[in-house]
């Protein structure tokens, strides 16, 4: 990817512990490896899983300053409206850790009842005006979009589904697929399905019958992952012989992300 080329914006979703995260920190890894590109990685959901796959400590995420503005603001603090973009600015930059080869970003759990509606928009702004700063940008989302168009960015070019085998997790991926090509929860350029934890090829015989979606890869069962997810260890460390890390990276080549 050159220098003059926007910044690359893939989100990922999926039924929660169908493994989103997994195939997430595995991208974060398989480009971060390059070494000729910009990684932002984006914490989504709010129950943080990929700063614990990344094992990246998060010091403050972007609702704790949207929580703070807004406490600030209900107890009678007044700000000039053309001041608050760059004291936002500041503040989110502020919260980006840098991890090897990356830049993190999360964005937390929102706790502040209440429409706020002029803090959101600033804050996806400046989510958007900082995202494109980098060559690829990867968000681990919620099982839904729509929180990604609400309360990260308007728009993706690459929306990654993920799936285990299980009927449930397949049809959240067909249900999310169907409200962002069909009603527009989030605006994207392409779209496709990650199948995880397949034991068997046939199993994925079935699911090709089953499914509407673009088949990106299908990753086997991974015992490896199971033992560091079990350690608590990160997933940047992985062997580069580890069979999801492998189909990972076809993922990306398939995205158009190749080296």
């Known amino acids: 990817m050159t220098d003059d080329r926007k910044s690359r914006t893939i989100a990922v979703c999926g039924k929660g512990g169908a493994g989103k995260t997994t195939v997430s920190a595995l991208m974060v890894k398989n480009l971060a490896a390059r070494g000729d590109l910009k990684i932002l990685a984006v914490d989504a959901d709010p129950a943080v899983g990929l700063a614990t796959a990344l094992r990246v400590p998060v010091r403050k995420t972007v609702d704790d300053i949207r929580n703070d503005l807004i406490g600030r603001l209900r107890n009678g603090e007044r700000y000039d409206a053309s001041d608050l973009p760059a004291l936002l600015d500041y503040q989110v930059f502020e919260a980006l850790t840098e991890g ?21 928009d600033l804050l996806r702004d400046v989510i958007a005006t900082l995202a494109g700063n980098f060559d690829v ?12 168009n609400r309360r990260v960015m308007e728009k ?16 959240v991926a067909e249900t999310i697929g169907h409200l962002s090509r069909d009603r527009g929860a989030v605006a994207f350029r392409q779209m496709g399905l990650v199948v995880n934890r397949v034991r068997q090829e046939k199993e994925l015989e079935s699911i090709r019958e089953r499914i509407s979606l673009r088949l990106l890869g299908w990753i086997p069962e991974d015992d490896l992952i199971r033992d560091y997810d ?18 990972v990276a076809e993922v990306i080549e398939r995205l158009g992300l190749e080296g």
């Open 100 to 120: 090897p080869g990356y830049a993190f970003l999360g964005i937390g759990r929102p706790e502040t009842e209440g429409c706020f509606c002029r803090v959101n």
């Open 156 to 171: 993706v070019d690459d929306l990654v589904l993920v799936s285990d085998t299980s009927a449930k997790a397949l049809q």
């Open 137 to 148: 940008v990867i968000i681990d989302g919620e099982a839904g979009v729509e929180q990604i």
């Open 230 to 247: 079990f350690r608590g260890r990160s997933l940047l460390e992985l062997p580069d012989a580890s069979p999801a890390l492998r189909v």
